[in-house]
C-alpha cells in the first residue's frame, strides 16, 4: 500500500523529529494505562496496588500479558505512524523488506553471541566508572529493583512457562522495540541529520536510557549501535529482531535453567566479563559488520522497486 497523498512525514524532519516524540509520549501513557486497567480488572485490585501486586510470583503471568500489551500500544503506534505517513509502501517504511540471504542470518546470529562478550566487558568497564556514593547507591538500589522484578514476572516452573517467556519476554519486546528504535526513531533523525552515522548512536543513546539502568547503560547502548548498523546495512527490520530476541532469549533461558539456586541467577544477572574478551568481540564485532556492509542494498533502486 502506498501513501503519496498521506504526506505528513514529508514536512520538516526536526518538527516531523518533535511530533514523532509528541506521539510516542502519547503512546506510552495509553500503553501504561491499558496494560494496568486490565490488570486491575482480572485480579480485581485498584490502581493503588498494582505495583506491590505485579511483583507477587502467583501474578507472574498476568504481568507478562500486561508488559506485553504496554509494550505493543507504545512501540506498534508511533511506528506504524512513521511507516504509514512516509511516502511510498507501508511495510517497507517500517523495515518489513527482504532479508537477502541466509549467510545474513548466519552473521547476525555470530554478532549475537558476540556481543554477549562485549556487553559484559562494558559492564566490568562502567564498574570501574568512579562516581558519588550517593549516586552509586541509586545505581545499585534501580539495578536490584531490576533484578527483583524480573525474576518476579519470569517465574518459572516448566517448559510451558519457558515457552510463554520467550515469547512474552524475549519475541514481543524484540519485534516492538525494533520496530520503534531502528525502524522509526533510527529513520526519523537520520532523515534530520541526512546522516546515518549520528543517527545510529543517538538512537542507541536514547535505546539504552530507556531501560534505565547505570551499570548496563555502555552494555545496551554498544547493543543498540550494533543493531543499528544492521538495519542501516541490510535494510530489513527482521534481522535486528533475530539479534534482540537471542540477546533477550538466551536471558530468559540461562534464567529456567537456574530457576531453583538464588545464588546462580544473581550470578547469571550480573553481566560482568574480563575486559579483553570484549576487545576481542569488538574486533569481530567490526569484522562482520563489514561483511553485511559489503552487500548494502541500492536504496534508489529499494525504494523504486517498492513504489
Same mark, same amino acid.
Given at each position: 500500500?502506498?501513501?503519496?497523498? @498521506?504526506?505528513?512525514? +514529508?514536512?520538516?524532519?526536526?518538527?516531523?523529529?518533535?511530533?514523532?516524540?509528541?506521539?510516542?509520549?502519547?503512546?506510552?501513557?495509553?500503553?501504561?494505562?491499558?496494560?494496568?486497567?486490565?490488570?486491575?480488572?482480572?485480579?480485581?485490585?485498584? *490502581? &493503588?496496588?498494582?505495583?506491590?501486586?505485579?511483583?507477587?510470583? +502467583?501474578?507472574?503471568?498476568?504481568?507478562?500479558?500486561?508488559?506485553?500489551?504496554?509494550?505493543?500500544?507504545? *512501540?506498534?503506534?508511533?511506528?506504524?505512524?512513521?511507516?504509514?505517513?512516509?511516502?511510498? $509502501?507501508?511495510?517497507? !517504511?517500517?523495515?518489513?523488506?527482504?532479508? /537477502?540471504?541466509?549467510?545474513?542470518?548466519?552473521?547476525?546470529?555470530? #554478532?549475537?553471541?558476540? /556481543?554477549?562478550? #562485549?556487553?559484559?566487558?562494558?559492564?566490568? =568497564?562502567?564498574?570501574?566508572?568512579?562516581?558519588?556514593?550517593?549516586?552509586?547507591?541509586?545505581?545499585?538500589?534501580?539495578?536490584?529493583?531490576?533484578?527483583?522484578?524480573?525474576?518476579?514476572?519470569?517465574?518459572?516452573?516448566?517448559? $510451558?512457562?519457558?515457552?510463554? $517467556?520467550?515469547?512474552?519476554? =524475549?519475541?514481543?519486546? =524484540?519485534?516492538?522495540?525494533?520496530?520503534?528504535? @531502528?525502524?522509526?526513531?533510527?529513520?526519523?533523525?537520520?532523515?534530520? *541529520?541526512?546522516?546515518?552515522?549520528?543517527?545510529?548512536?543517538? %538512537?542507541?543513546?536514547?535505546?539504552?536510557?530507556?531501560?534505565?539502568?547505570?551499570?548496563?547503560? #555502555? &552494555?545496551?547502548?554498544?547493543?543498540?549501535?550494533?543493531?543499528?548498523?544492521?538495519?542501516?546495512?541490510?535494510?530489513?527490520?527482521?534481522?535486528?529482531? #533475530?539479534?534482540?530476541?537471542? $540477546? !533477550?532469549?538466551?536471558?530468559?533461558?540461562?534464567?529456567?535453567?537456574?530457576? !531453583?539456586?538464588?545464588?546462580? %541467577?544473581? +550470578?547469571?544477572?550480573?553481566?560482568?566479563?574480563?575486559?579483553?574478551?570484549? =576487545?576481542?568481540?569488538?574486533?569481530?564485532?567490526?569484522?562482520?559488520?563489514? +561483511?553485511?556492509?559489503?552487500?548494502?542494498? !541500492?536504496? @534508489?533502486?529499494?525504494?523504486?522497486?517498492?513504489?
Amino acid at each position: 500500500m502506498n501513501n503519496d497523498k @498521506r504526506s505528513l512525514f +514529508q514536512m520538516n524532519p526536526a518538527m516531523r523529529f518533535i511530533i514523532f516524540f509528541i506521539m510516542t509520549g502519547i503512546s506510552l501513557l495509553l500503553g501504561v494505562m491499558i496494560s494496568f486497567s486490565v490488570v486491575a480488572f482480572v485480579l480485581d485490585i485498584p *490502581f &493503588s496496588s498494582l505495583s506491590t501486586a505485579l511483583l507477587a510470583p +502467583q501474578n507472574a503471568k498476568i504481568a507478562l500479558v500486561a508488559n506485553a500489551i504496554a509494550a505493543i500500544i507504545s *512501540f506498534l503506534i508511533p511506528s506504524w505512524a512513521v511507516g504509514f505517513f512516509a511516502k511510498g $509502501n507501508i511495510a517497507h !517504511n517500517m523495515g518489513f523488506n527482504k532479508i /537477502g540471504g541466509l549467510y545474513k542470518v548466519l552473521i547476525v546470529v555470530v #554478532l549475537a553471541f558476540s /556481543g554477549f562478550a #562485549l556487553s559484559g566487558a562494558l559492564a566490568t =568497564a562502567t564498574e570501574l566508572i568512579p562516581i558519588p556514593k550517593d549516586w552509586n547507591d541509586w545505581a545499585v538500589a534501580l539495578e536490584e529493583s531490576y533484578k527483583k522484578a524480573m525474576v518476579a514476572i519470569t517465574n518459572m516452573k516448566s517448559g $510451558n512457562d519457558l515457552f510463554v $517467556n520467550l515469547l512474552l519476554v =524475549a519475541f514481543v519486546p =524484540a519485534v516492538m522495540e525494533e520496530l520503534y528504535f @531502528r525502524g522509526a526513531l533510527q529513520k526519523t533523525i537520520k532523515d534530520w *541529520f541526512g546522516n546515518a552515522i549520528p543517527a545510529i548512536i543517538l %538512537t542507541a543513546i536514547i535505546f539504552s536510557a530507556f531501560h534505565f539502568s547505570f551499570f548496563g547503560f #555502555l &552494555s545496551r547502548m554498544a547493543l543498540g549501535v550494533m543493531l543499528g548498523f544492521i538495519y542501516e546495512y541490510t535494510k530489513t527490520i527482521w534481522l535486528p529482531i #533475530l539479534l534482540h530476541f537471542i $540477546n !533477550n532469549g538466551v536471558a530468559i533461558v540461562g534464567l529456567y535453567l537456574v530457576r !531453583n539456586d538464588v545464588q546462580k %541467577t544473581n +550470578q547469571l544477572m550480573d553481566e560482568g566479563m574480563p575486559i579483553y574478551w570484549g =576487545a576481542a568481540a569488538f574486533v569481530l564485532i567490526i569484522f562482520l559488520l563489514l +561483511q553485511l556492509k559489503k552487500d548494502i542494498p !541500492n536504496e @534508489r533502486l529499494e525504494n523504486d522497486l517498492h513504489k
